[in-house]
Nanobody, 123 residues
Framework: QVQLVESGGGLVQAGGSLRLACAAS????????MGWFRQGPGKEREFVAA????????VYADSVKGRFTISRDNAKNTVYLQMNSLKAEDTAVYYC????????????????WGQGTQVTVSS
């Protein structure tokens, strides 16, 4: 069982940066692939980024590639999402998720989810 709690969301101007954090409980955190998803107003939840449990494999959505960076600290049971050059279209609730499978972009392959943190980018 893995429990996830996101933090770090907020209001930022376009072009600015935010770093989201996701704290996980559970002794097996280090063996899970961690992902970030987001859900904008009136939109479906979409994949943002994923990082394998060893940290050797990352996957990014095309819309955030080059601007967002996912990382993890297994000693702290925490995964991060550094978001730079934010745009208005990045406005969404951001969710942290965990899967025992390899890095995946598929929402249904993630077994555990956090409650989400709101990111609002003003233009």
């Amino acid at each position: 069982q893995v429990q996830l709690v996101e933090s770090g969301g907020g209001l930022v101007q376009a072009g600015g940066s935010l770093r989201l954090a996701c704290a996980a409980s559970g002794r097996t955190f280090s063996t899970y692939t961690m992902g970030w998803f987001r859900q904008g107003p009136g939109k479906e939840r979409e994949f943002v980024a994923a990082l394998s449990w060893r940290g050797g494999s990352t996957v990014y959505a095309d819309s955030v590639k080059g601007r967002f960076t996912i990382s993890r600290d297994n000693a702290k049971n925490t995964v991060y999402l550094q978001m730079n050059s934010l745009k208005a279209e990045d406005t969404a609730v951001y969710y942290c998720a965990a899967t025992p499978l390899a890095a995946s972009v598929r929402r249904y392959e993630y077994h555990y989810w956090g409650q989400g943190t709101q990111v609002t980018v003003s233009s």
